[in-house]
């Protein structure tokens, strides 16, 4: 039986993939600027994008920060992400900080979502699922990879080894430089959701060519899709609203 | 050195996908209808799926129905298509007649694109191209399985027996009963397109599953997409508005 995960109104898992928008702000000013704007958007998950946050060393900001993003987006669920430089994020951060920062933001018990990397420490991953699942979030446990996209096989053993320690949606997101990397990874979200994974999967291919994982989710088995209000976090993203008609037109025509 | 197919204004074989509607009338008036529908349509090719005609044994009422489409359609190339019951066409013609209509349609000098299936007489294919060709028409060689989706390596058996026979297009349209057959035909496409062909190539995943193939050409390497206006020939089938904005949405992104 598959698992969906219900974060106040959303159901992550079933029907449409769900449309998620990432908020980059690096001060105060900037986060809640987006998050006003993102307050006359129609999409379903907001991603705090922590390690575009100058401040994001600082727990009262952050506390600040979580505060101006629930004030203008708090009916839907948000996500706290601290992506690390070598996967894709804005600033160094040291292992044990990571942590620590990823901790502290759990224990304030107001988080939804939380986003670990796959690459770290396996031990501390593990404390911090427990510690989210005490607190009351659910966790993403993401890889990525902005260089490539690695073999199928390589995709579906991050992807269970995931699952296995115990994350409630998994996240890959590699680098398409060619049309057999986008099938690659149509493949391996296919092969994911028939055959192993019994929790929601986010699964996509950066980059022009890998477009189509962007708003094909609900055919090939990606629960998740990220697009942009303005600025954009990753290679290929496209504008909410793009995605939005397109997602519903598949849905309209594939169900 | 790839090779497009130009004709008329229409360049198949670059760019985006063309867009192709088919005329199934049953009788004249029928096909008048539908003709002059399309005329207020935006799109590229029109195909008379010849066998729809009830009376596609009469040459004249051939020539008259061509005729009617011309004036209606005459900017837009017409591919002439009498597709055989076995691959999903409306009526049983012997072997005989469909190579004497193919023959006699060819003789009028008047034809664009025909379309010949791949499953009937090698020798009789052959002669017919060899017709096609002296009467300065391009040739499609077509495929068609409405049950199912063989495997990858035969639709690039099939395909590239297809391009040595001497067509100047291929096509092959299959039954997508689930995702792991959308991927079959977006791979063999993505194959045959690097690997193997010099000409432009159909290639379709009919079924709701397979909606994917019927915009997302320009990425995997599909020519033309059959959409349509008012009545569908195939499953799966979408309007020409909602495949042209979702196909030119791909294009802007993609190149």
Known sequence: MKKVVKVK???????????CIPILGETLEEIKEEAELLSTFDFDIVEWRADFFQFVE????????MEIIEENLGDKPMIFTLRSL?????????????????RRVLETKNLDILDIELFHDKDEIESLINLAHKNGAKVIISNHDFQQTPSKDEILSRMNRAAQ??????????????????ITVLDAT????????????????????????RFAGEIFGSDITFATAKKTSAPGQ???????????FIHKHTI
């Not at 600082?58 to 920060?65: F, H, P």
């Open 58 to 65: 600082d727990m009262d900001c952050i506390k600040l920060a």
């Open 165 to 182: 320690l115990g994350a409630d949606i998994v996240k890959i997101a590699v680098m398409a430089n060619d049309t057999e990397d986008v």
């Open 238 to 248: 496209l504008s909410v609203e793009d995605v939005k008609n397109i997602v519903q």
């Open 190 to 213: 296919r092969i994911l959701k028939e055959d192993y994974l019994k929790i929601p999967l986010i699964a996509i291919a950066m980059g022009k060519k890998g477009m189509i994982t």
């Open 86 to 102: 070598k996967e894709g994020g804005k600033r160094e951060v040291c292992e044990a900080l990571y942590f620590e920062i990823n």
């Open 9 to 19: 109104d959303i159901t992550i898992g079933e029907g449409m993939p769900k449309i």
